[in-house]
């Protein structure tokens, strides 16, 4: 890869990354961590993309998803990654602003529920594109991007009341 | 029309309230510790330097060299004899010729 090719790259997919790591992290310091350590893999071993298998925005966004769990997980090594049993509780709204009480609920979602919700809500990707990235079925992400927006739902009740629907606190 | 409802629970009302969550761009001093950082034009000039194939710098190189020998030979050349103006030149109008003859030991 030519310097420019890399300059291009990083230029084109700077911001998705950087929103996606964020997201993920919760911290913006953590994202420009891993944006960075991102495209330094990409600078030392640009034979590790392979374009017959997707597009390099999927493999960039696949080598910081990886990037992302692997703190995650050192954060907190005995959490589950995506625990089915998990229903997070509904989020006390008093005195935050809304977007940070909706930080926090997506912060909340298990990390493999998170990822899958990032990308399909905040970033518009495929289903089928998001299974390439995260390395899963179709139908496992199907499902976490189900149980991740139950999750939110129940989280977020207090605000999504506010807006006239029907959903309860909790299930 | 949803953006994303594949999962089959696809809801326009979580979806609107998920997006009041923005967070910006990638800031410039990520571009800086990925790029490194950008330099003014003139700080280029004074530390910059400029990659340039072997073969390009040998033939620049041996141009300069031919250049100076040039050069030094163009300095070291003798003058070339100035020209000579014949318009002051005016014709002899008096002239005395003395012989002078020399002594073969005729005496």
Not at chain 1, 93 to 116: C, F, H, K, S, W
Request: glycine residues 6%; charged residues 30%.
């Amino acid at each position: 890869m030519t310097d420019p090719e890399f300059r291009e790259a990083y230029r084109r997919h700077k911001d998705i990354l950087y929103r996606f790591a964020w997201r993920m992290t919760g911290s913006p310091a953590s994202a420009e961590d891993l944006v960075q350590d991102c495209f330094l893999a990409l600078l030392r071993n640009p034979a590790a993309y392979d374009s017959q298998r997707g597009t390099l925005r999927s493999f960039l966004i696949g080598v910081t998803r990886n990037l992302a769990l692997k703190k995650l997980r050192g954060e907190r090594p005995l959490g589950e990654l995506d625990d089915e049993s998990v229903a997070c509780p509904v989020i006390d709204p008093d005195g935050r602003e809304r977007a940070e009480i909706v930080a926090r609920a997506v912060a909340a979602l298990p990390p493999l529920q998170r990822e899958t919700l990032i990308l399909a809500e905040y970033e518009e990707m495929p289903l089928d594109e998001i299974a390439r990235v995260v390395g899963a079925e179709l139908a496992a992400v199907k499902s976490r991007l189900h149980r991740a927006r139950e999750n939110l739902r129940r989280m977020l009740a207090p605000l999504l009341e506010k807006k006239g629907t029907a959903y309860g606190s909790c299930r | 029309m949803d953006r994303v409802d594949d999962a089959g629970n696809a809801d326009p009302k979580l979806s609107e309230l998920l997006q009041e969550w923005q967070v910006p761009g990638a800031p410039r001093s990520l571009d800086e510790r990925v790029l490194g950082p950008r330099r003014r034009w003139w700080s280029f000039l004074l530390t910059g330097s400029i990659r340039m194939p072997v073969p390009v710098a040998v033939a620049i190189a041996a141009a300069l060299l031919m250049m100076a020998v040039a050069l030094a030979r163009q300095r070291t050349a003798p003058p070339a004899p100035s020209s000579v103006n014949l318009a002051d030149f005016q014709p002899v109008r008096d002239l005395h010729v003395r012989v002078i003859r020399g002594d073969h030991g005729a005496r």
